[in-house]
């Protein structure tokens, strides 16, 4: 009596590594760009978040810091005299391929009662492997803070809600 071997055939095994190469190779590009899009819209959210906590710290204290902003996020005030603030710590562009730009020309400074002076601007977040880029305005004095997405034609941060 026969007796029959357990296992896969060589033929089987061959058609399953094809089958998952292709699965692979459909689902990789995918996830390349949902990292993307995570590590540009993580960065502009502690963009914000540094923002935040150096207002929040500016008020607690009573007293004014400045900061600048560069390429790798928040860093310490280039041309102010005032003290560094408490939020720049909270950004630094490691993620490869973030890229950070900004039209702010110079520091931005944030007073005892929260209100901002110094440069306000464009702050524009992308990443090389998208082309969509997100960005948002930081208005004097107030400093609200108007969020989108930018349009490289008109140079300017609009409002779209979808993401690319």
């Known amino acids: 009596m026969a007796r029959k071997e357990a296992g896969f055939s060589l033929v089987e095994l061959l058609i399953t590594a094809v089958l998952l190469s292709l699965l692979a190779g459909l689902v990789l ?65 490691t993620a490869p391929g973030l890229r950070i730009t900004t039209t702010m020309t110079r520091d931005l400074e944030i007073g005892p009662t929260g209100l901002l002076s110094g440069a306000g601007g464009t702050v524009v977040v992308g990443h090389r492997d998208l082309t969509m880029e997100r960005c948002f305005v930081i208005a004097l004095p107030l400093g609200t803070v108007r969020t989108g997405v930018y349009d490289n034609d008109k140079r300017k941060c609009i409002k779209h809600e979808k993401d690319k």
């Open 29 to 93: 590009p995918r996830s390349q760009n949902w990292l993307a899009r995570q590590r540009r819209d993580g960065a502009v959210q502690s963009l914000f978040h540094g923002l935040e906590v150096s207002r929040a710290g500016a008020v607690a204290k009573g007293k004014a810091c400045a900061m600048a902003l560069t390429a790798s996020g928040w860093a310490e005030p280039l041309t102010s005299s005032a003290s560094t603030c408490s939020g720049i710590n909270d950004l630094t562009a």
